[in-house]
Every structure is written in structure tokens, then in C-alpha cells.
């Protein structure tokens, strides 16, 4: 691994590993954003071990420090709601891009993280559709659950609606060989007419 692919890597675990919110994987306390992180780089490179430098940063990079901008300081409606998403996109390239200067990476390389981070060009350019294909396998593997506890089911098969419609025809088949629970297969072939 090039050195300063392993600084950037060590620096943004050390931001996301201050995150004061707590979530548990296999009776082992998590701050939440590491394990978030930790779980985006592992699924990008089962899903594509030859993704480059730039993407496997942002999948790392993706929730960085995430807490520090939270979603009660805007409107709790739909605007706010996408407001709020915009911002944390721009925060979450800003805070990554410090790391890589620090960590010695030219500004060409900076710029084209900042842009997967900041999702630009979705289902027009190839990487930033592969990262977004791993934001959804991760959301559909890990946090999917979470979600099925708080929404009714009309509001769900919207969810996994929407989260479909965003990925490749790869990461689809990827998403089908999800070990899911029995009533969440259930729910997500219900939502997409399987």
C-alpha cells in the first residue's frame, strides 16, 4: 500500500474513532462512523478489489465525522432534510480533502475524491456509481433493519424503492445474495415486484 494512502486511511479512522455515538457489531463496542467506515471499505473491495486509490478514500471518507453536523440544526421537513444531506456531502469532501494535503496527495487527486464524495455525476460516471452501489449494499446489509423497526411498510417499500433505483445492474446482483432475514427478503422482493 503506498504510504500515503496508509497515513490518509490512519488519520480518517482517528476522526471517525472520536465519533461519541456508540454502535455494537458482535458484542464489541464501535464509535458508530468508524464502524460505518470500516464496513464501506471491506464491501468495496469484496465488490471491486481493483477500485482505485480515489474511490476506496471515499469509501472510507463517506460519513467522516458525520455527528459534528447534526440533522436537528435544520428544518425537520423534506428541505431541511436535503439542505442538511447537501451540507454534510461539502463537509465530508472539505474535512477529507485537509487529510490528503496533509498526507502529501496533489490537488488532482484531492479534487476527484472530494467529487465521489460529493456524489457528482450519478449513473454518468463510473466510480462515483461504484461507490454509490456500496453505500447501498452497506444501508441494505447493515442498517436496513433499523429502519424496518421505525417505518410502517408502505414507507419502507419506498425506501428500498429509491435505494434500488440508484444502483448499477452489478450492484443489484450483488444486493440479492444478501444473507437478509426471511421478512426482509420478503419485503424487498414485495417492493421491487419480484
Not at 444531506?85 to 485537509?98: D, G, I
Not at 487529510?99 to 479534487?111: P, Q, V
Request: charged share 30%.
Amino acid at each position: 500500500m503506498p504510504m500515503p494512502f496508509q497515513k490518509a486511511s490512519e488519520w480518517i479512522d482517528a476522526e471517525n474513532a472520536q465519533d461519541p455515538n456508540i454502535e455494537i457489531e458482535q458484542n464489541i463496542e464501535y464509535p458508530k462512523e468508524l464502524l460505518y467506515s470500516n464496513r464501506m471499505y471491506e464491501r468495496l473491495m469484496q465488490f471491486e478489489p481493483n477500485a482505485s486509490e480515489e474511490v476506496q478514500i471515499a469509501s472510507k471518507a463517506q460519513h467522516i465525522c458525520r455527528w459534528k453536523v447534526a440533522r436537528e440544526t435544520y428544518p425537520m421537513d423534506r428541505i431541511g432534510y436535503l439542505k442538511w444531506r447537501e451540507n454534510l456531502k461539502k463537509f465530508h469532501a472539505k474535512t477529507t480533502a485537509t487529510i490528503l494535503e496533509k498526507a502529501g496527495y496533489t490537488d488532482e487527486f484531492i479534487a476527484r475524491v472530494s467529487f465521489l464524495i460529493e456524489k457528482k455525476s450519478l449513473k454518468k460516471d463510473a466510480e462515483t456509481q461504484l461507490l454509490e452501489d456500496v453505500i447501498c449494499l452497506v444501508f441494505l446489509e447493515y442498517y436496513l433493519e433499523a429502519f424496518v423497526q421505525k417505518h410502517d411498510e408502505e414507507k419502507l417499500k419506498n425506501i428500498i424503492k429509491k435505494t434500488w433505483d440508484k444502483m448499477s445492474d452489478k450492484g443489484h446482483q450483488e444486493a440479492l445474495k444478501i444473507n437478509y432475514s426471511e421478512d426482509n427478503l420478503h419485503l424487498i422482493k414485495a417492493s421491487l415486484g419480484l
